[in-house]
Nanobody
Framework: QVQLVESGGGLVQAGGSLRLSCATS????????MGWFRQAPGKEREFVAA????????AYADSVKGRFTISRDNAKNTVYLRMNSLKPEDTAVYYCAARRGRPLKLIGQWKNADEYDAWGQGTQVTVSS
C-alpha cells in the first residue's frame, strides 16, 4: 500500500503563488509515476502535471504550462507542485496520485486519471480575483 497526503493549499489572490506538497509513505519503491489532478465544483477531474519518479521527466496541461512546476525529492518521498501566476480559474481541489507496479510510458497515459491507482485526499486551492 502507498499513502499520499497533500498539503499547502489555501486562499491566494490572483497573480500569487502556492506550493503544494504530496508526502508519500508505505511501499514507495513501487511508485513509477506521480501526478497532480484538480477538480473544480461541477467539473470533471482534470490533469495538471505529472513526473516520472526515477528519471524526472515531466508533463503539463496546456493551461498551466509555464506557470506550474512539478518536482520531486526522492530522499523525502515527496512531490511538489509550484504554482505561480495563479488565476481564479485555477480554483479547485488538487489531488496527487501515484502509479505503482509498472511505469506509464506514453504521455497520454500520464494524463489519464484512470492510470493512477493511489490517491490523496485533496487540498483546496482558492484564487480570488
Amino acid at each position: 500500500q502507498v499513502q499520499l497526503v497533500e498539503s499547502g493549499g489555501g486562499l491566494v489572490q490572483a497573480g500569487g503563488s502556492l506550493r503544494l506538497s504530496c508526502a508519500t509513505s508505505g511501499r514507495t519503491f513501487s511508485i513509477y509515476n506521480m501526478g497532480w489532478f484538480r477538480q473544480a465544483p461541477g467539473k470533471e477531474r482534470e490533469f495538471v502535471a505529472a513526473i516520472n519518479w526515477s528519471g524526472g521527466g515531466t508533463a503539463y496541461a496546456d493551461s498551466v504550462k509555464g506557470r506550474f512546476t512539478i518536482s520531486r525529492d526522492n530522499a523525502k518521498n515527496t512531490v511538489y507542485l509550484r504554482m505561480n501566476s495563479l488565476k481564479p480559474e485555477d480554483t479547485a481541489v488538487y489531488y496527487c496520485a501515484a502509479r505503482r507496479g509498472r511505469p506509464l510510458k506514453l504521455i497520454g497515459q500520464w494524463k489519464n486519471a484512470d492510470e493512477y491507482d493511489a490517491w490523496g485526499q485533496g487540498t483546496q486551492v482558492t484564487v480570488s480575483s
